[in-house]
């Protein structure tokens, strides 16, 4: 009988795939061992288990995921940590709720294009309000479609407006082309959906080699709305060099010049959001897809690191 995917299981990948992305230090991002923007990195896993019960709540349509998940992680810690996570994940969430089957990439591609084809102006309406809410860093205002007016069309139409400027938009109109096709084969095929904790060396590497690999070839949608394209473009060149050494397997935690990167990006207010949201997407989409080895931990474990 072939394996199938429970909603357990994927709030579980969901919430290994946000602990991960504070375990490991990304150039930019909060992780345990280098804090930054104003934040904690205890406050991104906080928010993670708060968003995790409605974003996995049985029976409820993408919008409404995104909008109880944002307003449980706004009760949880008081801004906004995870909109652009919730926003990718929810269709997952649902996709794996109605296809539990689907344990391949092209199954589950298959079962969240689906998702995506029913989103209507209710999901539109609710989505709004949630990104309306979170308020992220840039978000300025649309000529259509803006998210602090009503919506005239479907979630898919109107985050098929944004799509050009923004990678997560994208995912909506594409079909999620950009994670199944060129972010999950980045990952190592020795990477482990369920790591051990604390986490080891080699997750540590394969998710530093994700998260530089994604930030070298596209521009952070976050970094453009807040400080333009030519400081995007920036990031972007400085992350191929990092990415490179990456992709010959050693952990980049111990080089100063790394770190220093980390520090002035930080300081500078420039933080890679969007890559580190599509990084913890592609993870849980990992985990969903390959063999655990393990069934994923009960919901609600937790470990933090230091």
């Known amino acids: 009988m072939p394996e199938v995917a429970t909603t357990v299981d994927a709030r579980a ?17 909060v992780s345990w061992s280098s804090p930054g923007h104003g934040m ?18 049985t029976g409820l349509r993408v919008g409404e995921r995104i909008e109880a998940a944002v307003e449980a992680t706004w009760a949880a810690v008081g801004c906004n940590t995870n909109l652009g996570i919730l926003l990718l994940c929810a269709p997952i969430a649902l996709a794996v709720e109605r296809e539990p089957a689907s344990r391949t ?23 709004y309000r949630a990104i ?3 308020n992220p860093g840039g978000l300025g205002t649309a000529p259509a479609e803006d998210v602090r007016q009503a919506p005239r069309v479907g979630l898919r139409a109107a985050m098929s407006l944004a799509a050009e400027r923004d990678l997560i938009a994208r995912q909506y ?11 999950l084969p980045r990952l ?20 530093q080699q994700l998260y530089l690999s994604l930030l070298s070839v596209f521009a952070d949608s976050h970094i453009v709305r807040k400080h333009g394209e030519p400081v995007a473009q920036n990031v972007m060149v400085a992350a191929q060099g990092f990415a490179r050494r990456a992709a010959q397997g050693g952990c980049l935690d111990a080089d100063p010049a790394f770190m220093a990167w980390d520090s002035k990006l ?41």
């Not at 205890?42 to 709540?57: N, R, T």
């Not at 109109?173 to 972010?183: S, V």
Request: charged fraction near 25%; hydrophobic fraction near 45%.
């Open 13 to 29: 990948c969901f919430l290994r795939a946000c602990e991960l992305d504070v375990e490991v230090r990304k150039p930019g991002n």
């Open 173 to 183: 109109r594409d079909g999620y082309a950009d994670l199944f096709e060129r972010a």
């Open 266 to 306: 930080k300081a500078r207010g420039i933080n890679p959001g969007t890559t580190a949201d599509f990084t913890v997407a592609t993870l849980m989409v990992a985990g969903l897809t390959r063999p655990l080895g393990r069934r994923p931990e009960p919901a609600g474990a937790r470990w933090h690191g230091s």
């Open 105 to 127: 990439p092209g199954a589950l591609r298959q079962a969240v294009g689906e998702v995506l084809n029913e989103l209507d102006v209710d999901d539109a309406r609710a989505a």
């Open 188 to 207: 190592p095929s020795v990477f482990s959906p369920m790591p051990p904790r604390p986490v080891d060396l080699a997750t540590t590497v394969a998710v």
């Open 132 to 134: 309306a809410r979170a």
């Open 40 to 57: 904690q990195a205890a406050m991104f896993v906080d928010s993670a288990e708060a968003a995790a019960g409605p974003l996995f709540e």
